[in-house]
């Protein structure tokens, strides 16, 4: 007997699966998804400055001790793009649907075990490898949920829509920070910085499994995406994905790795960085620069949505270019706006967010652009993973080994050298490579 899937025409397929998969549940479960995978990301990066220096690795100076603490944040950069091979395999094979339901979970098991964990106190050294390990699978995770999000938003996207689809999965990004942001400035205030140590620290990364649960519901509720079926229709699927990004697509690969650069080296220093060289060196309370960080994040968020448009109308590649440049120029006057008292840092956090938003809103489209479905999943991940590593994995420990040994104005400039090979990769990009 015929299965009567199987027996629909590719163009009844598309017609099912555009009936199933309407826009607002689209754009929903490819939001929902990311919100809980950054909010996770953003918990572990901010107990990475206030929380683990004193709890995973005591018995340190506070430099050193912080030092260690950004070495296990950059772990999971390291991990992104296994993540990225292991669910791009399966995302561009089984499908977009099943794959991203895996990458949730990964994320969500690993996040909620953090805090669960003992401190050093309790089993010494066994404390830093087993948060060390918790954090590899959050980027292990993470690797393989940033690819599929932005293409379950894409490849149901209307023909001149691919940029406002796209930006949707970015909002969880800003959303997610908000969240995290918000729940340890809700902390501060209603328990004493003993009590936040003691216990307080774990109730963010437990009360995650809550937000899995939703993504995990409304990702089930998906169908497969239409081009995905095609691609399945059409028995396009290869066998090893990465293996034919390797032999086929290599300049795509290199030429968007560095495309994002400037992108995840902006956000890093601008969150992590600022977090802790504000509390620690610069005078600012916690709760002062959670508000004032939050406040930056909320130009991010505004600034992704406009990015999608000017996108859809201008093209990709030149938003980028204009907003690289921006960066680049942003280098040369953030550490005194950091440095500037209470009125400066919330400039230097809405004007360097602010841009961030513009450089993230379309990079998730561009990345995706250069390859077919068929190794679109595995391809658009390497290249946002493998950024990763290079823009933001060691970005907060370079900012503050540059900060401590010559001075907070040369991680301006490490921003705006940052910024100078994302632009030149730019302009060696065609516009078909990136706003296709």
Same mark, same amino acid.
């Given at each position: 007997m015929t299965d009567a899937t199987t027996s629909l025409s590719p163009k009844d397929n598309a017609s099912k699966h555009a009936a199933v998969n309407s826009p607002a549940r689209v754009l929903f479960a490819s939001l929902v998804g990311t919100t809980i995978e950054f909010f996770d990301f953003y918990v572990y990066a901010t107990a990475a400055v206030l929380v683990f220096p004193h709890l995973f690795f005591p018995g340190s100076d506070p430099t050193s001790a912080m030092l260690q603490s950004f070495a296990t944040f950059s772990i999971a950069f390291f991990a992104r793009p296994f993540g990225a091979v292991i669910f791009g395999h399966f995302g561009d094979k089984v499908g977009r649907?099943? &794959?991203? /339901?895996?990458?949730?979970?990964?994320?969500?098991i690993s996040t909620v075990v953090?805090?669960?964990?003992?401190?050093?106190?309790? $089993?010494? /050294?066994?404390a830093p490898l087993l948060l060390a390990l918790c954090r590899f699978g959050q980027g292990l995770g993470l690797g393989g949920e940033w690819g599929g999000a932005v293409l379950l938003a894409t490849e149901n996207a209307p023909e001149g829509k691919r940029s406002w689809y796209a930006m949707f999965p970015q909002l969880g990004a800003p959303i997610g920070f908000i969240l995290s942001a918000g729940t340890f400035l809700i902390l501060g205030e209603v328990m004493s910085n003993e009590a936040f140590l003691a216990w307080g620290w774990r109730v963010p990364f437990i009360a995650s499994i809550l937000l899995v649960a939703v993504g995990l519901y409304v990702r089930l509720k998906i169908t497969e995406t239409p081009e995905f079926q095609k691609a399945v229709d059409k028995h396009e699927r290869v066998q090893v994905p990465i293996a034919? $990004? *390797?032999?086929?697509?290599?300049?795509? %690969? /290199?030429?968007? &790795? *560095?495309v994002a650069l400037a992108t995840f080296v902006l956000f890093y220093l601008m969150t992590v960085f600022s977090l802790s060289w504000g509390t620690a060196k610069l005078g600012y309370s916690r709760e002062q620069f959670l508000v004032v960080q939050m406040t930056g994040v909320v130009f991010f968020g505004l600034m992704i949505p406009v990015a999608g448009i000017l996108s859809d109308r201008y093209g990709r590649r030149m938003i980028l270019i204009i907003t690289t440049i921006g960066i680049g120029v942003f280098g040369l006057f953030m550490a005194p706006l950091l440095a500037g008292g209470l009125g400066?840092? *919330?400039? *230097?956090?809405? $004007?360097? %967010?602010? %841009?961030?938003? %513009? &450089?993230y809103g379309p990079i998730g489209a561009a990345l995706a652009a250069p390859f077919p479905t068929s190794v679109r999943y595995t391809g658009a991940s390497m290249t946002f993973n493998l950024a990763g590593i290079f823009g933001a994995s060691l970005a907060p420990y370079i900012a503050t080994w540059l900060a401590t040994n010559y001075s907070l104005d040369y991680v301006g400039y490490y921003l705006l050298a940052a910024a100078a090979i994302t632009l030149l990769c730019l302009v060696l990009s065609t516009e078909d490579e990136v706003s296709a």
């Open positions: 649907k099943a &794959t991203l /339901v895996a990458a949730l979970m990964t994320m969500g953090i805090g669960l964990l003992p401190t050093y106190a309790t $089993i010494g /050294v066994a034919e $990004i *390797f032999r086929f697509h290599k300049r795509s %690969l /290199v030429l968007g &790795t *560095f400066g840092a *919330f400039l *230097f956090s809405i $004007i360097g %967010l602010g %841009l961030m938003g %513009l &450089t």
